[in-house]
Every structure is written in structure tokens, then in C-alpha cells.
């Protein structure tokens, strides 16, 4: 059997200091358990961030006044280039080496880009490299890209079939309130379900050194839990966080328990990584035959449609009392839905697909 893999996710605000030069203690430390996470069977991916952070004070300028896209776009290549230097040191003095990866939002979405990446990271852990992937901030499209690491940690958790994501960040997990104005919060250590509650606890992003936030490393759980990974959010700094995060030692974080099932790659991104461009309602009837019975949308049950879409767009699908449950790759343009709302298959122009979004390009979203 093959070693399992865990991918371990730093943030900006674990790896480059508050006046903007690479943590070079954070990162040994980091490689050290690294290296100890090999020696005990396991296979490692890093995912980190910190090419923005990193890159920006050397070209004078700071993350709170900036704001164009294309300048943060350079500072990534500044940075990004600093940041591999540090890892290449700080893997060398464990006699280790490190592969760069950059991702974008579409090596996940179209299939022989996935195979591609996929391919790539297991031929460098095959090689005995540890990969070390970023997301290609440099040519990023701001309409689609993750906008934080932490999504595309989960997302590589997904494609190598990790059995654990470790999410670093600068707090011990996730609190019952903000413990920073909350003298009562304590440490969640086990989910075993994400819901609106505990989106709620999250709260939004914070900074742009600390994008993230906890809503978004919720939102990464989410993903990497529906992949079958379970996923722990643990303090960057805590002594051994990594070693005891693969051992499981209780009370270092919070563990998310992963699904017993794994969602197959295509649902996970239409789930997860498309972004919805529409939205369709439909009725009672059909709410129930696509959640417990597992069917494809069929127009018949459709009450509305919103905004502009093409075949092969996603789209968010909610009932009529407005709660989005579902979301889906559709076969229909959104026109072709208006013009056949509500009827049945056998009244439907000729030619077009019987289901609106098929049962294999749907997904039943956490509630
Ligand atoms: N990819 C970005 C960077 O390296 C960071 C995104 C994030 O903070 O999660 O600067």
C-alpha cells in the first residue's frame, strides 16, 4: 500500500513577518516536522502562501495600500521567487527537496489539466520531493481565482487523494466566539458536520496579510471533508503541530471529520470550484426527487430561472422558499429554459436533452 499523504497548508501571516521578510525559523520548523512526518511513513505536500506578502515590501510598497489587481500580481513574482529560495535552504539542511507548483482555478475544472497536475504532484512524491504548491497568483484571474489558499489546499488534498489537510494559521482552531474579544470562547476540537452555526462562529475574512480567514478555511474543510480528507485546523507555531496532527493527539485543533464517502472529482468542483452564474428554482416536488431519490432536474419542475447562462455553466438550484440546496452543471442555456419552464418531457422541442441539469452533474449541497 502506498504511504498516505498529508497536505499542509501554511498562511501569509505564518510565514512572513509583520514588516515583510520571509519567517525563516517559521519555515525550518515547518521542514523539521516535515521531515519527521516522512521518517514516519508519511508522504507530505506543502501548500503555501506568502508571495504577495513577501513580495510587496520589496518593491517599497504595503498590503494596506495596495489595491490593483495587476501590482499584487507582481509582487507575487517578486515574492514567490524569494519565498522557493527559503524553502530550498531550509529543505537542503534536512537533505531534502522541494518541487514548485503553481496552480490556477482551471487545472481543477477542465479534466486534462486535472490528470495533468495530478500526474505531476505523484511522480514528485514519487521521487521522494516534497512538492511545494502555491497558487500562480501571477497570472491569476481575478473573476475565477481561489483568492486563498486555503480552497486550493483542499483541492489538492482532493487530487492526490490525501488522507489529511492540515490548515496552519495563527490561531489554536476554531473558537466558539472570536477569542480575541471573547474571554469565554473556547476551542472547538471535533465537527463532525458543517453547518450554517458554525459558518456563523466563523465570520468573514480579516486582513489581507491573514486573507483567509476562519470562513474560508471552514469553507476548505467543507470541501476536503466531502473529498473523504479529514482536515485539522491547528496554531502554525505549536510545537510538533505536525507530527501530532498526523498522530491525531487530542485537543491540538480542531479535526473535522472527513465523509465516509468521497465525492467523485467532477461533483467536487461543480460543487466547490465552478462559480455559479445563475440560478434556477424549482418546486416542491422536484426538490424531493433530486435529493432523496437522487434524480436529474427535469424542466417540469422548474418555477423560475435567473441571470444568463450557457450549456456547461453552473448554476445554484434553490426552492421556493429561497434556500439554495443544490448547484449543478446545466445541459440547458438559461433561454431554453425560459422558453420550456414547466413542461413535461414529452411536450419539449425536439432535440434538446430530457434533463435540465443531469443527475451526474449535481450536487447536494451541506445544510
Ligand atoms: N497565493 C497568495 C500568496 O501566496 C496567498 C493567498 C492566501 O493568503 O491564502 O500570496
Same mark, same amino acid.
Given at each position: ?54 513580495? !510587496?515590501?520589496? !518593491? ?77 497568483? &501571477? ?11 486555503? /480552497? ?9 487523494? &490525501?488522507?489529511? !489537510? ?13 477569542? /480575541? ?16 452555526? +458554525? ?50 493527539? &487530542? ?13 467523485? &472529482? ?31 432536474? !427535469? ?48 411536450? +419539449? ?15 447536494? +449541497?451541506?445544510?
Amino acid at each position: 500500500m502506498n504511504a498516505p499523504i498529508v497536505v499542509v497548508k501554511i498562511g501569509s501571516s505564518s510565514v512572513v513577518t509583520v514588516d515583510g521578510r520571509i519567517d525563516t525559523t517559521a519555515l525550518s520548523k515547518l521542514v523539521t516536522e516535515v521531515d519527521v512526518c516522512r521518517q514516519s511513513g508519511w508522504r507530505v505536500v506543502v501548500v503555501t502562501s506568502g508571495a504577495i506578502a513577501a513580495g !510587496l515590501p520589496q !518593491l517599497g510598497m504595503s498590503a494596506d495600500d495596495v489595491r490593483a489587481d495587476d501590482v499584487l500580481r507582481a509582487a507575487s513574482a517578486v515574492g514567490q521567487t524569494s519565498l522557493m529560495r527559503a524553502f530550498e535552504v531550509a529543505l537542503a539542511e534536512r537533505s531534502l527537496l522541494g518541487g514548485q507548483v503553481l496552480l490556477a482555478p482551471t487545472d481543477f475544472m477542465l479534466r486534462r489539466r486535472y490528470l495533468k497536475s495530478r500526474g505531476t504532484l505523484q511522480a514528485l512524491l514519487e521521487l521522494g520531493v516534497v512538492p511545494i504548491v502555491n497558487e500562480n497568483d &501571477a497570472i491569476a484571474d481575478d473573476e475565477i481565482r481561489f483568492g486563498d489558499n486555503d /480552497r486550493l489546499a483542499a483541492l489538492v488534498a482532493h487530487l492526490v487523494e &490525501a488522507r489529511l !489537510l492540515v490548515l496552519l494559521t495563527d490561531t489554536a482552531g476554531l473558537f466558539t466566539a472570536d477569542p /480575541r474579544v471573547d474571554e469565554s470562547a473556547s476551542l472547538i476540537e471535533e465537527i463532525l458536520e458543517i453547518d450554517q452555526t +458554525l459558518e456563523n462562529v466563523a465570520g468573514g475574512p480579516r486582513s489581507l496579510r491573514s486573507r483567509g480567514g476562519m470562513a474560508s478555511k471552514l469553507a476548505a474543510a467543507k470541501i476536503a471533508t466531502w473529498s473523504g480528507v479529514e482536515t485539522v485546523i491547528a496554531f502554525a507555531g505549536r510545537p510538533s503541530v505536525l507530527p501530532d496532527a498526523v498522530n491525531g493527539v &487530542a485537543g491540538m485543533g480542531t479535526v473535522f471529520r472527513a465523509k465516509a464517502q468521497r465525492l467523485p &472529482a467532477r461533483k467536487l468542483w461543480i460543487g466547490f470550484a465552478l462559480p455559479a452564474v445563475g440560478r434556477i428554482v424549482v418546486d416542491e416536488g422536484a426538490r424531493r426527487a433530486l435529493e432523496e431519490q437522487q434524480r436529474s432536474l !427535469l424542466s417540469a419542475g422548474i418555477v423560475s430561472v435567473s441571470g444568463e447562462f450557457d450549456a456547461d455553466d453552473a448554476v445554484e438550484i434553490e426552492d421556493t422558499a429561497g434556500t439554495v440546496f443544490a448547484k449543478g452543471q446545466v445541459s440547458w442555456s438559461s433561454q431554453m429554459i425560459r422558453s420550456n419552464l414547466g413542461r413535461r418531457t414529452a411536450e +419539449l422541442e425536439a432535440g434538446l436533452p430530457h434533463e435540465v441539469v443531469h443527475r451526474d452533474d449535481l450536487v447536494i +449541497l451541506p445544510n
